[in-house]
């Protein structure tokens, strides 16, 4: 970029929202990653027509353009990773346009918090699901780009099950909507399915309608306290195949029970080589206590030590504190954790955790592991020194042979965090070269000149 694209730019989202200073420049170029690209400038679209005038610019002058969220991401999705300018929305275009009661749906902007929208439709009595770690701070745009996913996807799914209707802007500047505010569309290609989870770089949503659905009327917790892993994982699958519906099931191994009673004092069982916490909820007190009698019995045939149920809401407080503060807490074993956050099918948990510990045991590292076992979804931490870079390197040799035996099971790199910048490098592993090249193939198709958050997926 040079001093006339910033001229250019600024007549068309006016000086007060395009800025080149030091300081906004350092705090766009930085995700949860900690990995820093700096972008040349940042832009505050007031709306869509500014987007679209935006991209048509940079498309003309080749200006690598970032859609932005929160910047929570753990891959570096979010990062200008070569240069351009970064499109923020939390200053302008962060509303909620319509809760629509009848149909029960809503339609937002990229920029409004997960977790305002929740509280938003819970007024009315209806329910977003879709609860990422990030709820607080993260983005429905950055949702939506990443396909988020959360606690609740055992019971209720994902971002990508809620998306209706998208509008976009493609890198060219043509406005697209892709979707429909009925249930049912089977009219052309799943334009919507296929920009939820491309990361911004097919195009940059800027309208996103959303399926909402009827708030609960009761919700309990519950925990199981397992001997060991390999237990906690046969009572999964089984207590699922078994009829049971939980809202969630997070697991916990025993280093992470021991990171998150030494980090935070919270009096998780000490015993436990294994926890699983979860929650149920349904619209009358009877199909809530049907749904711990089916989770009672399955875990005590799969050798639980014992199962509580939290009937004060203090309880349940407590017991979800102790959750999520799995992630920080584990920082005890490591100054450094490669957070990996991989999903198999449900039965291949028990196998996979062990491979995956005796992968870190081959390269002397400890990995705790937690995670949406409700939905096979583990997050796997190598832990290392990260001013040693001996233990760095054989860290990342642990990741690449647990994504391999991951992906020889039937999984996938991915659950919830994206592909980006930290997992480019082994998209060999998941995917043929004739799938590779069809992701080139739409991503030419939409951006010719591959100036949408160039360098991610390895495109």
Known sequence: MNPGDVEALSSIVGRENIFSDKAHLRAYSYDATKTYYQPEAV??????EDVSRILVYCNAHRIPVVARGAGS???GGALPARGGVVLAFEKHMNKIIEIDMENMLAVVQPGVVNKELQRAVEKQGLFYPPDPASEEYSTIGGNVSENAGGMRAAKYGITKDFVMALRAVKANGDIIRAGKRTIKDVAGYNIAGILTASEGTLAVITEITLKLLPKPGYAK???GIFPDVKAAMNAVFK??????????????DSLVVKAVREKTGVQLPEEAGALLIGDVDGNVPEEIDFQLSILKKSFE????MAFRVAEKEQDRELLWHARRSASPSITIYGSKKLNEDIS??????????????????????????FGHAGDGNIHVNVMVDGSDDEELERGHRAIREIFQLVVDMGGTLSGEHGIGLSKAEFMDIAFT???????RDIKKAFDPNGILNPGKMGL
Not at 43 to 48: A, G, K, M, V
Not at 301 to 304: A, K, L, P, V
Not at 433 to 439: H, S, V
Request: hydrophobic letters at 35%.
């Open 301 to 304: 045939e799969n050798g639980s």
């Open 433 to 439: 070269p004739a799938e590779l090249q069809l992701f």
């Open 344 to 369: 198999v099918p449900r039965s291949k948990l028990p196998e996979a955790l062990e491979r995956i510990y005796s992968t870190g045991e081959k390269y002397g590292l400890k990995v705790p592991c």
């Open 73 to 75: 991401g753990f891959t």
């Open 239 to 252: 207590s699922l195949a078994s009829g049971a519906n939980p809202v969630a099931m997070e697991f916990l």
């Open 43 to 48: 832009l505050f679209p007031r709306d869509e």
């Open 221 to 223: 917790s519950y925990m």
